[in-house]
């Protein structure tokens, strides 16, 4: 297999055939490189990880029921530095290609997984999603991602770097396979369905940059001939102290998941996840306490609003991908810029879809749904309805 789009991890690719045959029979998929597969090094995106760490005995869970369900494998693809980022930039092996806007970023960190599906390398990709790793990469790339309720997809055999945070999302060009890959990963059926109506959250609108409310407006207008919609603010107060209370959160869990190893190992890292340990990470206990509150109270917020029948609508991203050659400053803030929205489904655990409904030019743009605690499958049939029904979703392939 020729690696056109630098997504893959570098050496001899992996290729494992499926256990039987199954509703995904005849499709391919990758994995990020923090899913285990038996007899392989989980590299997690830095040479000195993969050096210090031993061949996995299994296969993680969500690579068997792929497996299990008729798809083969091709290859380990590309991730941010032990998931540390949301650009998909790694120093050592490489800045996969964003195939929809080669000179932009693919977004991370589960940039490869993402690269590898809109290059049409493979049909399916497992990534993960913190911070917004799935839903970032797919927005910047044009695919259909998914991050599920905390805890709905099992994480057995998936390096976690912040395990109140972390799930395991997939990526699809096209929506039907995405309802496809849903059944499976969720056991669960996917009816075509739409909710009863959707909340688009003006807050989220108003901080995301002109380019991006400009290209998704349309779109908008298209839901409301679909879907009974009302307008209204997410936060109570400032939105942007979702992200301010996740930073906290999640800085005190990756701490603790590499402290010891970064102690023990002095590893290599590059500049941009250096600075992410630049002080040992022991956030004072008020501090955590507090955003812990803020927590709770988000999802009760959420809980209330959605009522497990409302879906909330807002850009996936405030801001275009970047430039691949950003200076370091750029980058910084563009990553900043990104939590104030991936924050609110990863502070309340809730799902959440990439739908890829726009371009700014020709760079896409995602548009998100995100639905209440268990509504995953809703949430995928709703992604399927919409781009079968109603002609919302750009990249989709011909039946």
């Not at 590898?116 to 999603?129: K, P, R």
């Not at 039907?176 to 849903?182: D, E, H, K, P």
């Not at 980058?331 to 489904?345: K, N, Y």
């Amino acid at each position: 297999m020729q690696d056109r789009f630098g997504a893959f991890v570098p050496g001899p690719v992996i290729h494992r055939l499926p256990h039987s045959s199954g509703p995904l029979s005849g499709l391919s998929f990758s994995v990020k490189d923090l899913f285990d597969l038996a007899g392989g090094v989980t590299g997690c995106g830095n040479p000195d990880w993969a050096a210090t760490h031993g061949a996995a005995e299994a296969n993680a869970w969500a690579v068997d029921a792929l497996l299990g369900a008729g798809a083969s494998l091709t290859g380990k693809t590309i991730t941010d530095e032990i998931s540390l980022g949301l650009l998909g930039i790694n120093r050592f092996y490489g800045t996969p290609l964003n195939p929809r806007a080669p000179d932009r970023v693919p977004g991370g960190s589960s940039s490869g997984s993402a690269s590898a599906v809109a290059g049409g390398v493979v049909d399916i990709a497992l990534g993960t999603d913190s911070g917004g790793s799935v839903r970032i990469p797919a927005s910047f790339c044009g695919t259909y991602g998914l991050r599920p309720t905390h805890g709905r997809i099992s994480v057995a055999g998936m390096m976690t770097q912040a395990p109140s945070f972390d799930t395991v999302g997939y990526f699809t060009r096209d929506a039907q396979t995405f309802g496809r890959v849903g059944a499976v990963l969720l056991a669960d059926q996917v009816p075509d369905s739409l909710p009863s109506e959707i909340v688009v959250a003006a807050d989220c609108f108003a901080i995301a940059d002109e380019p991006i409310r400009l290209a998704l407006q349309p779109v908008v207008d298209r839901l409301r001939e679909a879907v009974a919609t009302t307008v209204s603010p997410l936060a109570e107060g400032d939105l942007l102290d979702w992200a301010r209370h996740q930073r906290v959160l999640q800085k005190s869990e990756f701490h603790a998941t590499f402290r010891d190893w970064i102690d023990r190992v002095n590893p290599r890292f590059s500049s941009e996840v250096a600075g992410a340990f630049a002080d040992d990470g022991r956030i004072p206990s008020e501090d955590l306490a507090a955003a812990g509150t803020f927590r709770e109270g988000t999802v009760r917020r959420l809980h209330g609003l959605l009522d497990g029948r409302r879906m909330l609508c807002l850009p996936t991203s405030p801001i275009l991908p970047i430039a691949r050659n950003a200076r370091l400053s750029e980058m910084r803030a563009a990553v900043h810029r990104i939590v104030d929205l991936t924050a609110i489904a990863g502070l309340t655990g809730l799902p959440q879809v990439n739908l890829p409904v726009a371009t700014s030019g020709l760079i896409p743009v995602g548009l998100s749904l995100i639905g209440w605690r268990g509504g995953d499958a809703a949430l995928v049939a709703a992604a399927r309805t919409l781009a079968r029904d109603f002609s919302i979703g750009l990249f989709e392939e011909p039946s």
